[in-house]
């Protein structure tokens, strides 16, 4: 049995590009930053940041990388699915209502919670997927 230690850059380029398109998020802003996380889906300007930092993941780092992959997609169909200037001020409003209620901006967020929510469902589907295509 061949066991892969890391995950190589087109396999991890791969997920990402299905996982797009799956979701309908494909036409959705993308850049490349060097970063400390993942992914990351910025609500002041509409667009999916993708990590330049990570080259290759190791395995051990596939569940958390699928989930954070999965979480800001979910940003991101809301974002397609308000339109992300709507979206950016809905967001907004949210954390505005959360501090006024003494509660924490992003942890309570209500968006951010749904967000987390989908990583959480999805994540073991996909790596399912990933697995038997052989990317992982
Ligand atoms: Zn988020």
């Known amino acids: 049995m061949l066991i892969r230690e890391f995950i190589s850059q087109a396999n991890k380029s791969q997920m990402i590009t299905t996982l797009l398109k799956h979701y309908k998020v494909g036409n959705v802003r993308v850049k490349l930053k060097s970063m400390k996380n993942h992914a990351h889906y910025n609500v002041d300007t509409g667009t999916l940041e993708l990590s330049t930092k990570y ?9 958390e990388f699928l989930i954070t992959i999965l979480h ?15 979206f950016k001020d809905m967001y907004e409003m949210e954390m ?8 924490d901006e992003y942890k309570d967020n209500k968006y951010e ?11 073991k589907k996909w790596n399912s997927k990933f697995k038997k295509d052989g990317l992982i």
């Open 96 to 103: 505005n209502l959360q501090i006024a209620k003494g509660k």
């Open 55 to 63: 080259k290759t993941i190791k395995n051990s780092q596939v569940k």
């Open 72 to 86: 800001e997609i979910y940003h991101a169909m809301d974002s397609k699915k308000y339109g992300w200037k709507k």
């Open 113 to 123: 919670i749904e967000a987390e929510k989908f990583g959480e469902n999805y994540w």
